[in-house]
């Protein structure tokens, strides 16, 4: 075996080693990119993780994705939209238990309207002393993201999933007249003013290894303030979990198929780390999902620097289901905060002060 081509940092970390790395899968050698991911994550943006507080304010959603359980044609979701006094109650939460940004996530939801969320923003910008307010509400009209910009949201998420354009037409259909362009849509909340965040997930079904190596690259010369990766995570009640389903009963898998597990996750949130050194990378809650033991701590050594700690009340939190979390047993909003700030500490990081935007190390 040849030896594995070096790691380099942003504009040195070579598309062969991205490629080689991506791929590899003995442990001992991976030892060498989780070192340097973890390295570069110190150096670039220092030991603070910052703690974003995330409210899911709504699971309607007009959208078809076929790989997320909340999906317009998934009946069997109970839907909500949460109450306004409700909302405010868990940004009053998030101040409290000292975490600097608030992100609101729900479907593509447009119950909740442009109005209804401006009038939102600005409460919470009024009644508390949250720092940062991200918004995560999908593929919203511009004069809603120039409004709510206006209104008090500092940053917006959208991930890209894939730059695949081909998997990403099959895993996120179009709305009847609106083409999914979701590149521009980031480069306009740029202009608006906003931190922007995307993203992808790691082992859709069809999507190889060369093609995460482009998602990599297109990272590195995007300037996105946030990159959050997560395994895909099948949903059984999706067109998608389905047919993940029957392609691992049938071990029919396309070649150089990329692997949705916390392992191949953790390569590609590593080579992003090393890929854009000074990005927030969140260990995501789908990455804690596909490894319950290791998967946060992890994240956190092998690049992350960003924990988004969910505040929901357990009511609705449990009818957010975008991957199955049936099983999952549901802590408290102090719980969570708790365990945390425990885990934190034991492995010598520090909480992060403030709003924690890029460069706030
Ligand atoms: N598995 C993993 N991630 C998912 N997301 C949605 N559904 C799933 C799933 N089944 C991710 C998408 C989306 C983000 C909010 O959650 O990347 O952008």
Request: aromatic content about 6%; proline content about 5%.
């Amino acid at each position: 075996m040849s030896a594995a081509p070096p790691l380099g940092v942003a504009d040195s970390l070579t598309r062969e080693a991205i490629e080689h790395w991506l791929r590899e899968t003995d442990e001992t050698r991976l030892q060498e990119l989780w070192a340097a991911a973890d390295e570069t994550r110190r150096r670039y943006v220092g030991d603070a993780v910052h703690l974003r507080g995330l409210v899911e304010i709504s699971n309607y959603c007009v959208r078809g994705c076929t790989y997320c359980g909340i999906r317009a044609g998934n009946r069997g979701v109970e839907r909500y939209r949460i109450p306004e006094d409700v909302l405010l109650e868990c940004a009053h939460k998030t101040v409290e238990f000292g975490y600097g940004t608030l992100v609101l996530q729900s479907g593509e939801d447009y119950g909740i309207t442009g109005e209804w969320m401006t009038r939102a923003l600005r409460r919470i910008r009024s009644e508390t002393a949250v720092s940062a307010i991200t918004l995560s509400l999908g593929e919203r009209p511009d004069e809603e993201l120039a409004a709510w910009r206006e209104a008090g949201a500092d940053r917006y998420l959208l991930r890209f999933e894939t730059s695949d354009e081909s998997l990403y037409r099959r895993i996120h259909p179009d709305l009847p007249g609106r083409v999914s362009d979701r590149m521009s849509i980031l480069r306009r909340l740029q202009e608006l003013g906003y931190e922007a965040g995307t993203g992808i997930m790691v082992g859709i079904p069809g999507q190889t290894y060369a093609s995460i190596a482009d998602d990599i690259e297109i990272f590195r010369g995007m300037d996105m303030d946030m990159i959050g990766i997560g395994p895909y995570l099948p949903h059984p009640a999706t067109p998608l979990g389905q047919e993940f389903a029957r392609r691992t009963a049938e071990g029919d898998w396309p070649d150089d198929q990329a692997a949705n597990t916390e392992l191949a996750t953790c390569r590609v949130l590593a080579l992003t780390r090393l890929a854009r050194p000074d990005s927030n990378l969140p260990a995501t809650t789908a990455l804690s999902l596909a490894d319950k033991a290791g998967g946060r701590v992890h994240g956190l050594q092998r690049g992350g620097n960003v924990v988004m700690p969910n505040v929901t009340p357990p009511e609705q939190r449990e009818l957010y289901e975008i991957y199955p979390e049936k099983a999952a047993v549901h802590e408290t909003a102090e719980a969570v905060n708790a365990g945390i700030r425990q885990l934190l500490a034991s492995l010598g990081r520090t909480v992060g002060a403030g709003a924690g935007g890029r460069g706030a190390a």
